[in-house]
Every structure is written in C-alpha cells, then in structure tokens.
C-alpha cells in the first residue's frame, strides 16, 4: 500500500508551482503518491504539472477538471488517493523533503489517526514559526486546533469511511472539514517540526477581502448543524461556543472591516454582533474563553454592543 497521498490543487501558481513540486518529488519517504489536480488554470500552471506528470511517472498522478475552487479540487483528488494516510498541500506552498518520511514514521509508531506538525509563515521579508497550542483531549483540541488542513496527516479510511470532504464555493473550507474530522480521531500525535513554508501573496484568497466573508455564518451553521445531527452537539457545545464567538469577532470581523463596499462592509459587521448574540446569547460565560488566559480572549472579554463598535472602527483603520 502507498504510504501517504499528497493532494495538490493548482490554479494559476506558475510563479510558485515548480519550487512545491521540487519539494514534493523529492520526497526522501519511499511509495509517496503525489495527486495533482489542474482546476482549470489559465496560465502555464497545467503545462508545468504535466511536465513533472511525465517525467515523475512512478509518484505523480495528474488529474484535470473544470474551475470549482479550492475545495473542489481537494475533493476531486481524494477518490484517486490509495495511500494509508492522506495529505494536501497548496501548489504556491512547499515542504522540507524530509517532512513526510518524519510525520510518516511518528504516525505509525504511535498508530495515529492524524498528526500534524509545524509550519513557517513566510512573507517577503521575513519568516513567523507557527507552534501548536497544546491540548489534553478533543474538547481542547476543538477550542486551539489550527485548522489548515496541510500541515497534517490523516488516515485515508476515516476520510472515506465518514464521506468528509471539503464544502464546496465557500471561504474557511478548513474550519469545516477539521471540525468534522475531530470527532472521529481516536489517536492524536505531533512532531514539533516546523515543516511547512507558508507563503503569503497579497493576491491570495485569505488576503482578498470582500462580501465571501461572509461565508464564515454558513460554515459554522453546516458544522453545528453537523454535530447536531451526529449527537455530539451536547459534548463539544462549549468549545463550538467559544470558537464561533472567537473566529466572529477576531479573524473574519478583521476581514470584514476591510471590505472596501462601505454598504456591505456595514451590513456583515451589523450581521457578526446579531448573529453571535442569537445563536449564542450567553458566550461572555463560556469557560473556555474565561479560563484560557489567550491575547485574544482578552480582546474578547471586553467587548460588549458599545465597545465592538470602537473595535470595528479601529480594525477598519489598521
């Protein structure tokens, strides 16, 4: 059986695609399967892929579909993975060559069901180490996990067996698909390696900010919604308490306060404090969000309906 299936989604990254297939073809981990998945680029990006396709012929597959966004084209490749574990990483991203041999290894020592390690932001001018907060069980892990799905493992057959898979058309696909894997993770390990280069282009879709924003409401209603429907709602209820206020009216209020349609840019900052105070009318008590002593927890214990309006004036300035 082919050890890990990495799945790479392309869309016009001919600038960045060579250096993330170099890391990835040389890979030092033996019976590595590399997925590519051309979602119908219109520059050189495609032409580039099959050019590593055929000159790679024992590692890659090279796949090729219409446009359908980010989560389409993960979802596309994920039928074509053969590999006990899967993994995806983004073509303007790359990996130290030695990453998935290390997180391969650790996994099966430790018979994990997901491992994730490290990664470095990587900006023009300078490089951010992102390390994980730590958790004792899934409630805590529920409350910190990063969500970025390519800086981790996961075993290919919970994937297909719970048919997870990544909402199509809409920001935040990772938030979704991590929430609901969570629950179905037995064995959870790290490799405090910072392997991942995350590189930051000021064109990128986390970096674009308009009314997709909003997409922020659909993904927690589908993943509450989810674990209402699976019974688990009661279990974790606290922590998706704590996350909806946190991503609200930390990273996706910041978003929406630099939307530039002043009519919009209003609209979905009025939306964010009505939405939190319906769905969830009591989260200045979670525990969760009083117990863990964060930068950002403490941001959010003073907001209140008169101070987030002085925050999102000021988030609109920064």
């Known amino acids: 059986m082919t050890k890990v299936s990495v799945i790479v989604p392309i869309y016009n990254v001919e600038k960045y695609l060579p250096k993330c297939l170099d890391s990835l073809v040389n890979q030092t981990l033996d019976d590595i399967e590399i997925i590519l ?21 024992d590692k890659i597959i090279y796949l090729e579909k219409e446009n359908g ?54 900006y023009p001018n300078k490089q ?47 938030i979704e698909f991590t929430y609901k894997l ?25 970096n674009v900010q308009n009314e997709k924003t909003a997409d922020i409401f659909t993904i927690f209603d589908n993943v509450i919604n989810y674990y209402k429907e699976k019974n688990l709602y009661e279990e974790y209820k606290e922590q998706l308490e704590y996350n909806y206020a946190r991503y609200l009216l930390c990273s996706s209020l910041k978003r929406m306060c630099k939307i530039g349609d002043k009519g919009k840019r209003k609209e979905l900052i009025n939306k964010t404090w009505e939405e939190l105070n319906t769905k ?32 999102t004036t000021l988030f609109s300035l920064i």
């Open 37 to 57: 998945v051309n979602d119908g680029s219109l520059d050189n990006s495609g032409k580039i892929a099959k050019e590593y396709s055929e000159k790679y012929k």
């Open 69 to 122: 966004g980010l989560s389409d084209a993960r979802n596309y490749g994920i039928p074509y993975a053969t590999g006990e574990y899967i993994a995806f990483l983004d073509s303007d991203d790359y990996i130290d060559i030695d990453a998935y041999k290390q997180m391969y290894e650790k996994a099966k020592k430790e018979d994990a069901d997901f491992l994730e390690c490290d990664f470095i932001w990587e």
């Open 128 to 174: 951010v180490i992102d390390k994980r907060i730590d958790y004792k069980n899934k409630q805590e892990m529920l409350a910190v996990v990063r969500v970025v799905a390519w800086n981790k493992l996961i075993k290919r057959d919970l994937i297909i067996k719970n048919n997870l898979r990544f909402p199509k058309g809409l920001r935040y696909e990772d």
């Open 182 to 206: 969570l629950p179905y993770l037995n064995k959870i390990s790290y490799i405090d390696k910072n392997f991942i280069h995350y590189v930051q282009r000021n064109n990128s879709i986390a």
């Open 280 to 311: 969830f009318p009591n989260w200045r008590k979670n525990n969760t969000l009083k117990n863990m002593h964060t930068g950002k927890n403490m941001y959010m214990r003073t907001v209140n309906k008169f101070t987030y309006k002085i925050y």
